[in-house]
T-cell receptor, first 113, second 113 residues
């Protein structure tokens, strides 16, 4: 059983650009969640996808969007990057349902200059 | 509004002794609680969880205690080992874990050999 993987590991962008981050969930996990972790903070929930549909969203603007694909992969897209978007972006997959643990990938560290 | 709080940013414990990490929450709708461990350059790793129908859950050296009336949980690590040195995050969820995770800001645990 493979774990959760993310790509790229690091990324540098400039303000105003767009970025796509990718995640490959554990096989069979139909739920994926994305989190943003700023320096010195805990991860903050961005949104969750269940069977390719958005299933909950945190306090993030619409320029944060996502997609989930049938092959257990997913994307986080961020438009019009701002300096404050610099953070570690984590995806987590789970089977969904009560008591199911979310398993995290290693994250993508994004730096916006 | 910080719904999950870890008031100790850091903790140092002698190897072989007990490590106790604390977490408080304010949202009475939370009914599922988890502890994650995070090493640098890695994603959070699931350690142990507890449902609000229990007040204790044990897994090897790790025990989580939940005090619902005080809205407080703690993680006990006995005996502490050098490999336990990491940042520990407390997280909470509603609907018995079927909702987004809300994280605390983390406690950096250092085990002194």
């Amino acid at each position: 059983e493979t774990g959760v993987t993310q790509s790229p590991t690091h990324l540098i962008k400039t303000r105003g650009q767009q970025v796509t981050l990718r995640c490959s969930s554990q096989s069979g996990h139909n739920t994926v969640s994305w989190y943003q972790q700023a320096l010195g903070q805990g991860p903050q929930f961005i949104f969750q996808y269940y069977r390719e549909e958005e299933n909950g969203r945190g306090n993030f603007p619409p320029r944060f969007s996502g997609l989930q694909f049938p092959n257990y992969s997913s994307e986080l897209n961020v438009n019009a990057l701002e300096l404050d978007d610099s953070a570690l972006y984590l995806c987590a997959s789970s089977l969904g349902g009560r008591g199911e643990t979310q398993y995290f990938g290693p994250g993508t560290r994004l730096l916006v200059l | 509004d910080q719904q999950v709080k870890q008031n100790s940013p850091s903790l140092s414990v002698q190897e072989g002794r007990i490590s106790i990490l604390n977490c408080d929450y304010t949202n009475s709708m939370f009914d599922y609680f988890l502890w994650y461990k995070k090493y640098p350059a890695e994603g959070p790793t699931f350690l142990i969880s507890i449902s609000s129908i229990k007040d204790k859950n044990e897994d090897g050296r790790f025990t989580v205690f939940l005090n619902k009336s005080a809205k407080h949980l703690s993680l006990h690590i006995v005996p502490s080992q050098p490999g336990d040195s990491a940042v520990y995050f407390c997280a909470a969820s509603g609907n018995f874990g079927n909702e987004k995770l809300t994280f605390g800001t983390g406690t950096r645990l250092t085990i002194i050999p």
